[in-house]
């Protein structure tokens, strides 16, 4: 098994039979899993007997075969979907959290988050509002990094150490400030296992994609073959550099969607 560093797995919603999605465009839901495959990639990292830490946790870097799993946006089903299986298998995760979404539809709210928590889990921050960091003027990006982790501790009672960041996106200017807010670590979206020479400032995370096939979320828990999405992902931030962020979604949008039938 090849798993030289540990593989930092980002989740989003789970999809639950009979339950509409948080949002609906393709974008959106390309990163979201059912609850089947979720509890699937669970037990095949059981059986081959992975060790599942939280991004408090993992940054240690035991010598044995690990993963962190992680989740973003701070939807209901970290709660009702997620939550229960992790805690069956006896894995430990960090949820991040957009804390302006908290109570809204679909979303957790602040007696699920205490919740969450109170289950064992770790909680860190993904914004106030998910906007791309780098877009934003100076008080709106204070709002965004040290606002939202001043609401979660309000609502939790201690100090909320990590984040993540919307959409990947982040500049020198984000982690500086994430810094200067007190977080201890940010995770990023790039496409690398993470290992004692990476900057916990610049953690990687491998997002775990809707249709991924068996084969493929094992080649990634074992770290193999990582390289190739690390190629996409570094064409793909060349397009959002060369485009701007608003443009390339729109043009990611269109592409998605596919010819019109
Ligand atoms: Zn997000």
């Known amino acids: 098994m090849a798993t030289k560093g540990c593989v930092f797995l980002m989740y989003h919603e ?8 948080c949002q609906s465009e393709p974008g959106y839901v390309r990163y979201i899993i059912t609850d089947q495959t979720f509890r699937d990639q669970m037990q095949w990292i059981k059986q081959s007997g992975f060790r599942v830490l939280n991004v408090s946790e993992a940054p240690n870097y035991p010598p044995e075969p690990t993963i962190c799993i992680t ?7 970290d ?14 995760a960090t949820f991040y959290i957009t804390s302006g979404f ?46 939202a982790k001043l609401e979660l501790e309000r609502i939790l009672g201690h100090a909320i150490e990590h984040f993540s960041c919307p959409g990947g996106r982040y500049d020198g ?16 979206s790039r496409y690398h296992a993470n290992s004692a020479a990476t900057s916990r400032y610049e953690l990687g995370r491998v997002a775990v994609l809707r249709g991924m096939l068996r084969e ?17 992902g570094r064409t793909r931030r060349v397009a959002q550099w060369l485009l701007g962020n608003r443009i390339y979604d ?12």
């Not at 729109?250 to 019109?260: E, N, W």
Request: hydrophobic share 35%.
């Open 14 to 21: 789970i999809e639950l039979p009979g339950r509409p999605l």
């Open 71 to 77: 989740f973003d946006d701070g939807c209901e089903s």
């Open 79 to 92: 709660l009702i979907a997620a939550a229960p299986v992790l805690r069956a298998a006896g894995f430990h």
């Open 102 to 147: 908290l109570g809204t539809p679909g979303y957790l709210h602040r007696e699920q988050l205490r919740e969450l928590e109170g289950q064992g889990f770790e909680i860190g921050c993904h914004s106030m509002t998910h906007p791309y960091l780098p877009d934003l003027p100076e008080p709106e990006l204070k709002r965004e990094i040290v606002d």
């Open 173 to 188: 200017r984000t982690l500086e400030m994430a810094r200067g807010a007190g977080f201890r670590s940010v995770a990023n």
């Open 216 to 232: 493929e979320f094992a080649a990634t828990c074992q770290n193999r073959g990582l390289w190739k999405k690390q190629f996409g």
């Open 250 to 261: 729109q043009l990611r949008a269109v592409l998605l969607r596919g010819p019109k039938q």
